[in-house]
């Protein structure tokens, strides 16, 4: 009996999945029609149906007239997008925002404004996607306040101050968002002063701090990485300082991703366009460069002016974007290598190819948690573009452009909430934070 209800079961979800394949086809057909009525009404239905038609009407969209074709890329445009504008939140504090962060428990924004010197703190309403104002810190240490990182081990925030050449470590109360300040790191006598301080991350366990430095020595030319360990006290040990092993490695150093599957940094400098790969000794904080990619070598070819990058959530992409301040103004997708500190370049995106017309300064990029969607901002030509990645391919098709602005410099910062629902970009000249919904893989 047991069997027979299943072979039932399973014969009535096929003959479902042919009646669902028919009604698709006949809704596609009805897109022809000389009608405008009945062509609305299947345009209606067909989104009303959601994603799963969406392969049916990539299909058809190698065959059907070019009057359904267009009816086609607007459904498809409808139910692909993933962002959906919430709340613009400004403020002459934040004048020249260009960092943005939300806390793990998903409650608390925290923006630096580099010419105020003002850190912003946020508190998000998930019901209605709004930023209350709680405070704005600042003085003079927090000069040029440019970038903001969060550990998720501990209850440490790092804050890199380029304009007063220190960093910043904040305790952070994520029941009120508060930020009290722990320490600040400006060099003494046995440790160098930062430079040019402008963006840190944490090691997974929170004992390391890494602080991006664009011109640690001889200009921008010769960039950086200062090593702090980090006491359960929140004060800062400065350890080593990385430069790199060969000339023309670490040239305006403007980014630092952290593997999220072992100890590995991710570091891009723009000016002399290169990829450092480089592991790191848990026990001491010294890096070590395992690869170093280069623009315009070994089939890279988009990341001149490189200035951000993100793993995927398991470790075996790079995600890169370039162009804010020169270069390529694209993004770029590389691959790890038989699951070691080596990556290979699968695909780049460049302005005025692949969808990307019009894309200008790429400045920052974040990778959704459940791995579907990257996202990227193009500073110069005032966007927030999203894509689809392809688990298979590991390639990514452009979906959206979910914000689009004539200021400049526009979107620059962004952040991704844990839970994927929400992203939030600055609008840097505006002083300004757009918070996004996010459809995530449950409501899609």
């Given amino acids: 009996m047991v069997v027979i209800l299943s072979f039932a079961v399973a014969a009535q979800d096929v003959e479902s999945a042919l009646n669902a394949e028919e009604k ?232 630092l991703s952290i593997a999220p599957d072992r100890d590995e940094l991710c570091i891009t400098s723009e000016r002399t366009g290169t990829l450092t790969i480089a592991s790191f000794d848990n026990s001491t904080g010294l890096i070590k460069t395992e690869q170093i990619l280069r623009d315009e070598q070994d089939g890279v070819m988009g990341i001149s002016g490189v200035m951000k990058a993100a793993y995927s959530p398991n470790g075996s992409l790079i995600y890169t974007t370039s162009g804010r301040f020169r270069g390529d103004s694209g993004v770029s997708v590389f691959q790890r290598v038989d699951d070691g500190p080596q990556f290979r370049v699968v695909q780049e995106l460049i302005n005025g190819r692949d969808d990307l017309n019009g894309f200008l300064g790429g400045n920052d990029i974040v990778v959704a948690p459940d791995g579907r969607n990257v996202y990227v901002s193009g500073a110069r030509s005032g966007q927030v573009i999203g894509f689809e990645a392809d688990p298979q391919t590991c390639k990514l098709t452009y979906i959206e452009t979910a914000v689009s602005t004539n200021t400049n410099p526009g979107p620059a910062g962004m952040t991704i909430s844990d839970d994927g629902k929400f992203l939030i970009s600055t609008i840097e000249k505006a002083g300004a934070l757009i918070v996004m919904r996010r459809r995530t893989s449950a409501s899609r």
């Fill in 24 to 255: 698709i086809e006949q809704l596609i057909d009805d897109l022809e029609s000389d009608t405008f009525a009945q062509r609305q009404a299947a345009s209606k239905t067909l989104q009303e149906m959601g994603r799963d038609v969406i392969p049916s009407l990539k299909e058809a969209l190698r065959s059907v007239s070019p009057d359904a074709r267009m009816i086609i890329k607007g459904i498809l445009a409808s139910l692909e997008k993933t962002l959906e504008q919430a709340s613009v939140t400004s403020s002459t504090q934040l004048s020249y925002v260009n960092a943005v962060r939300i806390s793990p428990n998903n409650r608390f924004v925290y923006a630096t404004a580099w010419k105020t010197g003002r850190i912003g703190v946020f508190e998000l309403d998930v019901e209605s996607a709004k930023l209350k104002a709680i405070n704005y810190l600042g003085d003079d240490s927090t000069r040029g306040a440019i970038g903001i990182s969060f550990c998720k081990a501990r209850p440490w925030v790092a804050v890199s101050c380029y304009g007063s050449r220190s960093i910043q470590l904040f305790r952070s109360d994520f029941e009120t968002g508060a930020l009290k300040r722990v320490d600040v790191f400006a060099g003494d006598a046995l440790s160098p002063t930062p430079v040019f301080p402008v963006g840190s991350v944490f090691s997974r366990d929170g004992r390391w701090l890494f602080v991006a430095d664009a011109s640690i020595r001889f200009g921008k030319q010769h960039g950086g990485v200062l090593i702090f360990e980090v006491s359960p006290e929140g004060k800062l040990r400065w350890v080593d300082t990385f430069v790199g092993d060969e000339e023309n490695q670490l040239g305006n150093v403007r980014g």
